[in-house]
Nanobody, 127 residues
Framework: QVQLVESGGGLVQAGGSLRLSCVAS????????MGWFRQAPGKEREFVAA????????YYADSVKGRFTISRDNAKNTVYLQMDSLKPEDTAVYYC????????????????????WGQGTQVTVSS
């Protein structure tokens, strides 16, 4: 199983930027689909973004499209989430997730498809 550790969260004003990192250990990530999910207070965890093993295909929730960018560096076993133009509604705990191989375009947004999860990092956007 892959162990995942997120970092980079914090407090930022609306319109600002943050970059989250997710470092993996225990396995090389080169065969894994990676995803970012988030959970706001009182809400269910939701899909944010995903990236296939090569980085050649990326997927985004409509709410973050055009503002967030997911990327990966397999040599560093790290996945990133660049978050720009942040809004107060982006406030949540952000989780990194991994899944061996690619589950298919129709399933890549489903958290049930991922079997390794990080502990989460808090992102707070003030208005």
């Amino acid at each position: 199983q892959v162990q995942l550790v997120e970092s980079g969260g914090g407090l930022v004003q609306a319109g600002g930027s943050l970059r989250l990192s997710c470092v993996a250990s225990g396995r090389t990530l080169s065969s894994y689909t990676m995803g970012w999910f988030r959970q706001a207070p009182g809400k269910e965890r939701e899909f944010v973004a995903a990236i296939n093993w090569s980085g050649g295909s990326t997927y985004y929730a409509d709410s973050v499209k055009g503002r967030f960018t997911i990327s990966r560096d397999n040599a560093k076993n790290t996945v990133y989430l660049q978050m720009d133009s942040l809004k107060p509604e982006d406030t949540a705990v952000y989780y990194c997730a991994a899944r061996y191989l690619f589950p298919g375009r129709s399933r890549v947004t489903s958290q049930a498809q991922y079997d390794s999860w990080g502990q989460g990092t808090q992102v707070t956007v003030s208005s």
